[in-house]
């Protein structure tokens, strides 16, 4: 079982940058495949991007797309959402997702379908 730990969130201006990162523990890494989404107040959770366990491949949403990037080091056990221009609608708890690779479908945009959630960061953007 894999533990998943958000970092990197705050409170920054619109057109700033964020690095957000989910460390993982207790599992091997690259046995997953790696989502991150985010929930805004008074909103349901929605995909933001997903990334394979190899970084063969990636996904996003077309509301970030251009925007975001997602990598991953399986090295270090930690995967990355690089958040450039950022909008005030960005504004969210963000949450990443692990699922075992191991018979998986792609893309995986589907919340449920993920198996292991970590605790979120909180990202706010100013006007």
């Known amino acids: 079982q894999v533990q998943l730990v958000e970092s990197g969130g705050g409170l920054v201006q619109a057109g700033d940058s964020l690095r957000l990162s989910c460390a993982a523990s207790g599992g091997t890494f690259s046995n997953y495949n790696m989502g991150w989404f985010r929930q805004a107040p008074g909103k349901e959770r929605e995909f933001v991007a997903a990334i394979k366990w190899s970084s063969s491949d990636t996904y996003y949403a077309d509301s970030v797309k251009g925007r975001f990037t997602v990598s991953r080091d399986n090295a270090k056990n930690t995967m990355y959402l690089q958040m450039n221009s950022l909008k005030p609608e960005d504004t969210a708890v963000y949450f990443c997702?692990?699922?075992?690779?191991?018979?998986?479908?792609?893309?995986?945009?589907?919340?449920?379908?993920?198996?292991?959630w970590g605790q979120g960061t909180q990202v706010t953007v100013s006007s």
């Open positions: 997702a692990a699922k075992l690779r191991y018979g998986s479908r792609w893309p995986l945009f589907l919340g449920d379908e993920y198996h292991y």
